[in-house]
């Protein structure tokens, strides 16, 4: 597995992925409706954000997106038949390091708040903690460089 940094022309690749998962799926039309489109992740990429491309004998296996002006992991989706490697954790831990390397001293993420749902629990285990609960219901989850170097 190899994980490398997307490129503007991988943009329907992240799509594909993030319209693949089971637990919290949106599709395109609803990704729209929030004014995620190709165009508007070709600018992100283009500016302030970086996403990473996890391959699996040159497939693509899941992506993670950061944003280093809101210092916040903006997305990361794992496709199912790659989901329980590990190929998630190191995505976050990528997106961490540079959010880091562009001088976060905290970030941030939103997720479900259901703590039926994977990703409440995946957070936790990787150091995240529940900060708030959102009016949309959506809880936001914080991690602070010096908690990230006590783990390690």
Known sequence: MTIREARPEDV??????????????????????????PATVIEMLQTDCRAWIA???????????????????????????????????????RSERWLWSQGAEQIWLLTSNDSEIRAYGFYRHLGWIPTSVLSDGQVKFVKEQAWNQLQH
Do not use: H, W
Request: hydrophobic share 40%; glycine share 8%.
């Open 12 to 37: 329907e690749t992240l799509f594909m992925i993030r319209t693949s998962v089971a637990e919290n799926y949106q599709s395109r039309e609803d990704l729209a409706d929030l004014g995620v489109t």
């Open 55 to 93: 391959e699996s004998n040159g497939e693509p296996a899941g992506f993670s997106m950061a944003n280093a002006t809101k210092k916040t992991i903006f997305a990361m989706f794992v496709l199912p038949a790659f989901e329980c490697r590990g190929i998630g954790r190191q995505l976050m831990q």
